[in-house]
Structure formats: C-alpha cells, structure tokens
Nanobody, 120 residues
Framework: QVQLVESGGGLVQPGGSLRLSCAAS????????MGWYRQAPGKQRELVAEITSGDSLHYADSVKGRFTISRDYAESTVHLQMNNLKPEDTAVYYC??????????????WGQGTQVTVSS
C-alpha cells in the first residue's frame, strides 16, 4: 500500500515560518492529487492546499499569500511552505493523497499528522 510520512512541524512564534514535507512511498502508478489538511481542537478537518494531477493549485482563503504548496516529483514528496504564521494556524497538519496503483480508480491515503503550534 501507499504510505505518507510527514515532517517539519513544531513550535514557532507568530510571523515565523515552517516547511512541512510529506514523503510518499509504495506502488504508486498515478497521483491524482496531493495536499495538506489541518484540524484544530474542536474544529473539523479542513483543506489547506492541494495540487492536482494537472498541477492545478488550490488554497484555502485563509492561507492564500502565506502558504505555498509544491511537489518534488523525483523524490515523490510534497511540501508546504508556511510563512507569516498566525496563532489561528495552530493545528495538526495531515498529508493527504489520492493514488492509483493501476488504471483503476484511485484510493485516498492519509499521513499520521504533524503538530504545528504558533504561539508567543
């Protein structure tokens, strides 16, 4: 199966930056989409950013201009560069991907999550 492993989370002060990385491994024939979701305490999980099979980029309105998603195809890795972080960005960030192992319909996979805390 496909595995997603995140890294790069941590504690940062408001206005600071973090770079999250997600490495995908397994028998991946096709990547339909990869992205990042986050879930804060007491809130539902929400989409932060994603990159589709056509390399289209989508961002939540709350992070536009501050976050940048990118993909390293050679290393099967997706990154989320987070700048000008705010306390409301505090959440567990999850890597998400839709992958196909053959010509069939893709399946969804989730990473284990990495904690991002923005606080003074």
């Amino acid at each position: 199966q496909v595995q997603l492993v995140e890294s790069g989370g941590g504690l940062v002060q408001p206005g600071g930056s973090l770079r999250l990385s997600c490495a995908a491994s397994g028998d991946i024939f096709r990547v339909n989409a990869m992205g990042w979701y986050r879930q804060a305490p007491g809130k539902q999980r929400e989409l932060v950013a994603e990159i589709t099979s056509g390399d289209s980029l989508h961002y939540a309105d709350s992070v536009k201009g501050r976050f940048t998603i990118s993909r390293d195809y050679a290393e099967s890795t997706v990154h989320l560069q987070m700048n000008n972080l705010k306390p409301e960005d505090t959440a567990v960030y999850y890597c998400h991907g839709e992958f196909s192992v053959d010509y069939g319909v893709g399946d969804e996979y989730w990473g284990q999550g990495t904690q991002v805390t923005v606080s003074s």
